[in-house]
């Protein structure tokens, strides 16, 4: 949170911003994206978040960071035993270390979070510690969040991070550009929660890099409903392999939205492992996206990586596009993907019609046990947020 580290970054970010321009169909990487929208999200100007009105209160046990205001996030805070903030040195040698490892340092949504950026929220982790929230405040206009963890051997902790766009002005677009960089020493388990909701003109950038040592272990598990436009984009890398990433995610449009998820797996050792599901409902004239590359060079001999992506389409104008991308090198490795697009059943529905329930409460029901098979992944301090007005429950429909 050290202002003066992050002002040479800022200048730099600046700088590649306008060298690098927007991004062009012509990139794959933003060829399905609709460009207009990113533009006038770049366009907005800086503000800082303040709502928080709706928000649920503690539970216990659990301590929860704000982040996004003017303030100090750990200002008036008792961070748990284990938790603690880096110095303007460590900070200083840390910051971007990851993003660079992941090859992600200088790609135009983290570039746009370098441009704006005013603080960075950066903790160590020693021990199992207690579950911490992190919650981004909303507002009006651009917020740019950045967050740095560093979990040392052995490390344990649960973390939910909370993004929610509930607000009184619904009307006024509000745009989230949100950086987080994870380093897990040996042995270390990180579980890792993003619940992201919105509602009326939202847009969110959000660009995750995760660098695993031997033995460490990631679960992330991601929620996000409601952006108007969205890109989600988780990177891992397994350093020296032996280690095991997780990951599961739901992604509901309806509307006209835009959501994307990107996520990249790079193993660049022996014996890691993968399991990643990726669920999209898509509804009304909304698009949905995947995009989930693996990347096992020769040195990742005995990896072990599935990669599933399933979408539901609840409407005929509705749109999905998934595309899993193996670049398998090592030739002694188990990997396995595929990609499902689907509707409601009929038999399903017919059952439940046949037993008394009408149309509309069986399809929800359906609905609910399509999503609830990642929502129930979430980590254990996220009941009180779905069941709070800040975010919209998944499990309802759409």
């Known amino acids: 949170m050290v202002n003066t580290v992050l002002a040479p970054v800022q200048t730099r970010g600046r700088a590649n911003l306008e060298k690098l321009g927007l991004p062009t169909r012509r990139q794959e990487a933003w060829r399905l994206t609709d460009l207009k929208r990113l533009k006038a999200m770049a366009s907005l100007p800086h503000v800082a978040g303040a709502d928080q009105s709706s928000w649920p209160s503690v539970d216990q046990d659990v301590t929860r960071l704000v982040i996004g205001t003017d303030s100090d996030p750990l200002e008036g805070i008792q961070l748990p035993e284990g938790v603690s903030p880096l110095s303007e040195a460590e900070l200083e040698q840390a910051l971007g270390h990851t993003l660079d490892r992941c090859g992600c340092a200088e ?171 990726q669920k999209a409902v898509a509804a009304d004239r909304s698009h949905s996206i995947f995009n989930g590359a693996i990347q096992v060079p020769r040195a990742a001999q005995r990896t072990d990586a599935s990669q599933l992506s399933r979408n539901l389409l609840l409407s005929s104008q509705a749109r999905v596009d998934a595309k899993p991308e193996l670049e398998i090198v090592a030739d002694d490795v188990r990997c396995a993907h595929g990609a499902t697009v689907s509707q409601l059943q009929q038999d399903q529905l017919f059952y439940l019609r046949s037993r008394g329930v009408a149309a509309d409460e069986a399809a929800a029901l359906l609905l609910k046990g399509y999503c609830c098979d990642v929502v129930d992944r979430l980590p254990s301090v996220a009941p009180s947020w779905l069941a709070s007005s800040a975010v919209k429950d998944p499990a309802r429909p759409l």
Not at 131 to 150: F, K
Not at 191 to 201: I, N
Not at 232 to 246: I, K, M, N, S
Request: hydrophobic share 45%.
């Open 107 to 277: 790609v135009w949504p983290v570039e746009l979070n370098h441009a704006h950026s005013r603080r960075v929220l950066a903790l160590r982790v020693r021990g199992s510690v207690a579950p911490l929230e992190i919650v981004l405040a909303a507002g009006d206009g651009l917020i740019a969040t950045r967050v740095l963890l560093l979990l040392e051997e052995k490390a344990e902790l649960d973390l939910l991070q909370v993004i929610p766009a509930e607000r009184d002005n619904a009307a006024a677009p509000l745009a989230h550009s949100h950086v987080i960089e994870v380093h897990l020493g040996q042995e270390a388990r990180l579980r890792h929660g993003l619940l992201a909701s919105a509602s009326g003109d939202t847009s969110l950038l959000a660009h995750l890099a995760v660098e695993q040592e031997p033995r460490s272990s990631y679960d992330f598990v991601s929620v996000c409903r409601g952006w108007r436009f969205g890109r989600l984009e988780p990177r891992v890398l397994q350093v020296d392999g032996q280690a095991t990433t997780r990951l599961n995610g739901l992604a509901m449009t309806g509307g006209d939205e835009q959501f994307a998820t990107h996520t990249g797996v790079c193993f660049q050792g022996p014996e890691g492992s993968l399991d990643q599901l």
